[in-house]
């Protein structure tokens, strides 16, 4: 039987949020599709559409149960992780000479979107069971940071800078969120600027490329600094109010490549301008402070961090994003959350904002049940 008191205290705020920005995206999706309609628009634009109710259900089924039991299942789930990611590497499917993809049957996923939910998990319940306001050092930190290098290694052989990079953001802000001391922060800022020039010369020559351009963008206009000029001239033609919908020139004419994957952004911005693009960052700014406020509510210490590392897949995922569409970060291939093209990314999202859903709810159940027994 259900819990009555989970439908009374459902986060239908957080509900309509998501329902709000799918139908921003698919309505986005099928301007960014609609040029390429006789080869192959139209499905990708009904695909998305699956795995939008997909997602859905999966958000609606991961509400259902106590989250407290995943604190159980959150080795488990990081040794699958490691697992899968060790599969892709062993006989993944090769895709634009990266190797990412695992494929059962008619079905394809990236394990690493996985990954990501799984170290998050792993290190709510490190932290979960280690309370008390004392702050970490770094020799306290040395498990942890066995459990985040596992599987970046496995991400950056794919090879998947941008994936790796990303892991590494939420995880340091999780281990930031539960108080480290200020000078093994130094340390570990002053550890990595060191070994710079090393992991610089370990990078692929297109991940190298990659950085050189975000430097200087004028320097290979045609190869490397195409995406990114072509880019910022479709945000920059969209001016205030847009071209209109269905009438991006830079989108229509095909000058703005992964248009409905890692550049949607461009697309709202060509046909919506800057009105439509800063509507779209309100709706997550408000999305980032509502999960906030759920981690400030949290009444357990698992379900704090958790949470708190939710929105921070959340927040660096847009922030990485938008920012690197803009010309403001590298192109590191990080789609933007909830809103461009891709079914593993999506389910994963749409999972993992139902366990946020699912910590708001039970805070309130928690308060219930201490009010009887008062």
């Avoid at 709706?283 to 949290?298: A, C, E, R």
Wanted: proline share 3%; net charge positive; aromatic share 14%.
């Amino acid at each position: 039987m259900i819990d009555r008191r989970l439908i009374k205290n459902f986060d239908w705020v957080l509900l309509l949020v998501l329902l709000l920005l799918a139908g921003i995206s698919l309505l986005n999706l099928y301007s960014a599709t609609y040029a390429i309609r006789d080869v192959g628009g139209d499905k990708i634009f009904v695909k998305q559409i699956y795995w939008f109710l997909i997602g859905f259900t999966v958000l609606l089924a991961v509400t259902t149960f106590n989250y407290y039991k995943l604190e159980q299942l959150a080795f488990p789930a990081y040794l699958l992780s490691v697992f899968l990611l060790i599969a892709v590497l062993m006989g993944g499917k090769v895709t634009s000479g990266s190797q990412r993809w695992l494929s059962l049957g008619p079905v394809s996923f990236q394990p690493s979107e996985f990954a990501k939910i799984a170290v998050v998990l792993v290190l709510a319940k490190f932290f979960g069971e280690r309370g008390g306001n004392r702050a970490y050092r770094l020799r306290d930190l040395w498990q942890p940071f066995i459990l985040i290098m596992i599987p970046c290694v496995l991400i950056l052989k794919e090879p998947d800078l941008g994936s790796a990079l990303f892991m590494g953001l939420v995880s340091f802000s999780m281990i930031l969120f539960v108080k480290v001391h200020w000078k093994s922060i130094l340390i570990f800022l002053f550890s990595g600027m060191a070994a710079a020039p090393l992991i610089w010369f370990r990078l692929k020559e297109y991940q190298q490329m990659r950085i050189l351009t975000f430097l200087r963008p004028d320097m290979d206009p045609l190869g490397a600094g195409y995406h990114i000029n072509q880019s910022k001239i479709a945000i920059g033609s969209g001016c205030l109010w847009g071209k209109g919908f269905l009438n991006g020139t830079q989108t229509r004419l095909h000058f703005l490549p992964e248009q409905h994957t890692d550049f949607a952004f461009s697309v709202l911005a060509e046909e919506w301008g800057m009105v439509g693009a800063v509507a779209l960052l309100m709706i997550y700014l408000f999305m980032i402070f509502w999960g906030l406020n759920i981690v400030k509510s949290s009444k357990d210490r698992f379900g704090a961090v958790l949470a708190f590392g939710i929105v921070a897949v959340i927040f660096w995922q847009v922030v990485i994003n938008v920012g690197m569409v803009t010309g403001l970060l590298p192109v590191v291939g990080i789609p933007l959350i909830l809103f461009s093209y891709g079914g593993s990314s999506l389910v994963t999202t749409m999972g993992v904002v139902g366990l946020l859903m699912n910590i708001s709810m039970r805070r309130f159940m928690f308060q219930e049940d201490q009010e009887k027994l008062l």
